[in-house]
């Protein structure tokens, strides 16, 4: 638009078009406009510049929506001037330009809409017009946030209807039915973890970014190739220890009403006091760990040491209870803080060798790969979450349904490998057997004895990761043992299908629902409102707090001068006070 230029005569469609040409024109060639006259059959302005001759007038044409040029006097001579700003780049002017961007990149931010609007047109516009911008541009691709939360009960039943056997429902609170919490869990979702996953399920929540806020909480388990396999998630106004108390009621009741016999479960999170108890009340047959890697994240911000960490990691995946002492030896001869420090967290909690379940080899949940699903659509209404979270769901399942008709071995790929990568080492040994299901394995540097009837082995890799170690493949060897018959079923790729069986179906778009304002008419109780709480201003908080973080006690600083608690050397008050007492001695 910089080397546009308007005729007498020229036509455009119609009044908005005129308008925002010139508009466009204004702003690229840096002057500004005083509009005179404006309404929807005429268009008067001049250049706001004192002294500059530059008129412009069009009129709308007779039986017609065109609008014309009529007369077009002068030409600029201010010179650009609004390299500063520029009065004609309303917030809606800004929206259109950012429109199409928006569209393709959710996480278009206001400093890269300043950037673009000073590379394209060369002025600059302030930040806070920028955000209320996005703000409005997204609203008019994706709908407001009310209208996100006023659509929730028919989004609901939607799912429900597509998706027989899906749990999906909205809580609220109060008589003006706020929102309060949402659950979501597929069929499809259910029935593959119940029938194909490994018996373990992460826990966490994300922070969303709407102007509502809320948190996201999930629960997310393991495929038999160790890929992520997302079993439920739901959205509360506010997380806090009753919200997690019910978001493990309402898992519970998913998987209950789909089985006859609850399994075993093994529960990875990141301590947040609220889960620990309402795992235990909830699921109170299964077992609790902490996910290795908040706890590595935890200590490595505590004692800012990367070599903690790496050590830390290595007590973690200790297989014997000599090889767990000796790395905490290692900890506590680096840091004699960290180790005490480490002394509030049980090894039952973390460490492989102490767990009293299996884990079957994962020490941390893959709750971060599920939040990164999401990550850019945090900032949209609570609607466009879910359907995020539905999209991927059915692209995952279709794609991972096609990926296994390809696999023709019997576990899947990574517990394929693990077992010929045993079988390798396995022809290195020799086998002495004791009795038919007792063996004695011999290699290099140690002796390992290996029962097959209660499928265990001295070096305890097979009882800790659920796939036979390379001495019960040697075992297996040389009795002729199927070693494929002794591994879990979850890793197999029977499993994997059964996982990935049901479908996920495509739910339709909006304007086929029956809109809940629509439905209020007669029924106000599915009206469904924003909660209270609002987005406050400010840059926002980057990580979640963790309750537990809350609740520490606070280190206690030591004076190293007068060996006092509460204070440092620097602001040590007793020399200070010997001071006084000298000066009072010698003025007396």
């Given at each position: 638009?910089?080397?546009?230029?308007?005729?007498?005569?020229?036509?455009?469609?119609?009044?908005?078009?005129?308008?925002?040409?010139?508009?466009?024109?204004?702003?690229?060639?840096?002057?500004?406009?005083?509009?005179?006259?404006?309404?929807?059959?005429?268009?008067?302005?001049?250049?706001?510049?004192?002294?500059?001759?530059?008129?412009?007038?069009?009129?709308?044409?007779?039986?017609?929506?065109?609008?014309?040029?009529?007369?077009?006097?002068?030409?600029?001579?201010?010179?650009?001037?609004?390299?500063?700003?520029?009065?004609?780049?309303?917030?809606?002017?800004?929206?259109?330009?950012i429109?199409?961007?928006?569209?393709?990149?959710?996480?278009?931010?206001?400093?890269?809409?300043?950037?673009?609007?000073?590379?394209?047109?060369?002025?600059?516009?302030p930040?806070?017009?920028?955000?209320?911008?996005?703000?409005?541009?997204?609203?008019?691709?994706?709908?407001?946030?009310?209208?996100?939360?006023?659509?929730?009960?028919?989004?609901?039943?939607q799912?429900?209807?597509?998706?027989?056997?899906?749990?999906?429902?909205?809580?609220?609170?109060?008589?003006?039915?706020?929102?309060?919490?949402?659950?979501?869990?597929?069929?499809?979702?259910?029935?593959?973890?119940?029938?194909?996953?490994?018996?373990?399920?992460?826990?966490?929540?994300?922070?969303?970014?709407?102007?509502?806020?809320?948190?996201?909480?999930?629960?997310?388990?393991?495929?038999?190739?160790?890929?992520?396999?997302?079993l439920?998630?739901?959205?509360?106004?506010?997380?806090?220890?009753?919200?997690?108390?019910?978001?493990?009621?309402?898992?519970?009741?998913?998987?209950?009403?789909?089985?006859?016999?609850?399994?075993?479960?093994?529960?990875?999170?990141?301590?947040?006091?609220?889960?620990?108890?309402?795992?235990?009340?909830?699921?109170?047959?299964?077992?609790?760990?902490?996910?290795?890697?908040?706890?590595?994240?935890?200590?490595?911000?505590?004692?800012?040491?990367?070599?903690?960490?790496?050590?830390?990691?290595?007590?973690?995946?200790?297989?014997?209870?000599?090889?767990?002492?000796?790395?905490?030896?290692?900890?506590?001869?680096?840091?004699?803080?960290?180790?005490?420090?480490?002394q509030?967290?049980?090894?039952?909690?973390?460490?492989?060798?102490?767990?009293?379940?299996?884990?079957y080899?994962?020490?941390?949940?893959?709750?971060?790969?599920?939040?990164?699903?999401?990550?850019?659509?945090?900032?949209?209404?609570?609607?466009?979450?879910?359907?995020?979270?539905?999209?991927?769901?059915?692209?995952?399942?279709?794609?991972?349904?096609?990926?296994?008709?390809?696999?023709?071995s019997?576990?899947?790929p990574?517990a394929?490998?693990?077992?010929?990568?045993?079988?390798?080492?396995?022809?290195?040994?020799?086998?002495?057997?004791?009795?038919?299901?007792?063996?004695?394995?011999?290699?290099?540097?140690?002796?390992?004895?290996?029962?097959?009837?209660?499928?265990?082995?001295?070096?305890?890799?097979?009882?800790?990761?659920?796939?036979?170690?390379?001495?019960?493949?040697?075992?297996?060897?040389?009795?002729?043992?199927?070693?494929?018959?002794?591994t879990?079923?979850?890793?197999?790729?029977?499993?994997?299908?059964?996982?990935?069986?049901?479908?996920?179906?495509?739910?339709p778009?909006?304007?086929?629902?029956?809109?809940?304002?629509?439905?209020?008419?007669?029924?106000?109780?599915?009206?469904?409102?924003?909660?209270?709480?609002?987005?406050?201003?400010?840059?926002?908080?980057?990580?979640?707090?963790?309750?537990?973080?809350?609740?520490?006690?606070?280190?206690?600083?030591?004076?190293?001068?007068?060996?006092?608690?509460?204070?440092?050397?620097?602001?040590?008050?007793?020399?200070?006070?010997?001071?006084?007492?000298?000066?009072?001695?010698?003025?007396?």
């Amino acid at each position: 638009m910089e080397g546009q230029t308007f005729v007498v005569g020229q036509e455009f469609p119609d009044v908005k078009a005129f308008r925002n040409a010139i508009k466009e024109a204004a702003i690229a060639q840096h002057f500004e406009l005083r509009i005179i006259k404006s309404d929807l059959i005429r268009y008067f302005a001049k250049c706001a510049t004192d002294g500059c001759p530059w008129r412009i007038r069009a009129v709308k044409l007779p039986n017609a929506p065109t609008f014309t040029i009529r007369s077009l006097e002068g030409t600029h001579t201010c010179g650009r001037n609004a390299h500063n700003g520029h009065h004609q780049a309303s917030v809606d002017w800004i929206v259109s330009f950012i429109e199409e961007r928006l569209r393709d990149n959710i996480n278009y931010k206001p400093k890269d809409i300043l950037h673009d609007i000073h590379k394209q047109y060369g002025i600059t516009i302030p930040y806070k017009q920028a955000w209320r911008a996005k703000e409005r541009g997204l609203a008019a691709i994706y709908g407001s946030s009310e209208e996100g939360y006023c659509l929730l009960p028919s989004y609901c039943e939607q799912i429900k209807k597509t998706n027989p056997g899906s749990i999906a429902e909205v809580f609220t609170t109060g008589v003006d039915h706020r929102f309060q919490r949402l659950f979501v869990s597929f069929y499809a979702s259910i029935c593959g973890f119940l029938n194909g996953c490994l018996p373990i399920i992460g826990l966490g929540g994300i922070q969303l970014k709407s102007k509502y806020l809320g948190t996201l909480l999930s629960a997310t388990s393991f495929d038999a190739d160790g890929g992520l396999f997302p079993l439920a998630f739901g959205v509360v106004d506010v997380e806090t220890d009753e919200s997690w108390m019910w978001f493990l009621s309402e898992l519970h009741k998913a998987l209950e009403m789909n089985t006859e016999n609850m399994p075993e479960l093994t529960f990875l999170s990141d301590g947040h006091k609220g889960i620990a108890d309402a795992v235990r009340r909830k699921f109170p047959n299964s077992l609790h760990a902490f996910c290795m890697r908040h706890l590595s994240e935890s200590i490595g911000k505590e004692f800012k040491n990367s070599r903690l960490v790496h050590l830390l990691w290595n007590a973690a995946y200790a297989t014997t209870m000599f090889g767990f002492k000796e790395k905490m030896a290692e900890i506590e001869e680096v840091s004699p803080e960290a180790a005490k420090w480490l002394q509030q967290f049980h090894p039952s909690l973390w460490a492989l060798v102490y767990f009293e379940g299996t884990r079957y080899g994962h020490l941390s949940s893959n709750i971060e790969e599920f939040n990164m699903w999401i990550l850019e659509a945090r900032e949209l209404p609570i609607i466009q979450v879910i359907a995020t979270i539905h999209i991927r769901l059915m692209a995952e399942f279709e794609e991972r349904r096609f990926k296994s008709n390809s696999w023709f071995s019997v576990l899947a790929p990574s517990a394929e490998k693990h077992i010929l990568e045993a079988i390798g080492h396995a022809s290195t040994y020799q086998v002495l057997r004791s009795d038919q299901v007792e063996f004695e394995v011999l290699s290099a540097d140690r002796s390992d004895i290996v029962n097959i009837g209660t499928r265990c082995c001295s070096c305890r890799d097979w009882q800790l990761y659920g796939i036979p170690c390379s001495h019960a493949v040697a075992a297996f060897i040389s009795c002729r043992k199927d070693v494929y018959a002794f591994t879990e079923k979850c890793f197999t790729v029977a499993s994997y299908r059964e996982a990935y069986a049901e479908q996920i179906y495509p739910i339709p778009g909006k304007v086929e629902w029956r809109k809940a304002d629509e439905a209020c008419v007669d029924d106000d109780t599915r009206v469904v409102r924003p909660p209270k709480f609002r987005r406050p201003p400010g840059r926002p908080e980057k990580k979640r707090i963790c309750v537990e973080d809350l609740n520490r006690e606070k280190h206690t600083v030591h004076c190293s001068r007068c060996n006092q608690t509460g204070h440092y050397k620097t602001t040590c008050k007793a020399e200070t006070c010997k001071a006084e007492i000298m000066d009072s001695i010698e003025q007396f």
